[in-house]
């Protein structure tokens, strides 16, 4: 079992940055991470991934060239830098883990945190 728990979300006005972090805990060893988020009324959505080792990072669409994935498996941790946000970018973001690589599907990610609420004001 894993454990995920996001934070650093907030307030933020168009423009700024926030970064979010994702506490892993509990069988830790090997997993890779996804970020999503869902705003109201639409479905899940990629943002980035990267894997155990940090070498492979993949990201979304929608927030390419605005984000940021890292790691650090010593704290067992995995932020997601986020600029330029816009108020579209408002949403709930999702902390995922999975075993077999990074997936840009959330169906495929077997662990999940409760969430972190980012809202951006115009």
């Known amino acids: 079992q894993v454990q995920l728990v996001e934070s650093g979300g907030g307030l933020v006005q168009a423009g700024g940055s926030l970064r979010l972090s994702c506490k892993a805990s509990g069988r830790t060893f090997g997993i890779n991470n996804g970020w999503f988020r869902q705003a109201p009324g639409k479905e899940r959505e990629f943002v980035a991934g990267i894997n155990w080792a940090g070498g492979l990072t993949f990201y979304g669409d929608s927030m390419k060239g605005r984000v940021t994935i890292s790691r650090d498996n010593r704290e067992n941790t995995v932020d997601l830098q986020m600029t330029s946000l816009k108020p579209e970018d408002t949403a709930v973001y999702y902390c995922?883990?999975?075993?077999?690589?990074?997936?840009?599907?959330?169906?495929?990610?077997?662990?999940w945190g409760q969430g972190t609420q980012v809202t951006v004001s115009s």
């Open positions: 995922a883990a999975r075993s077999e690589g990074v997936s840009i599907r959330a169906r495929d990610y077997d662990y």
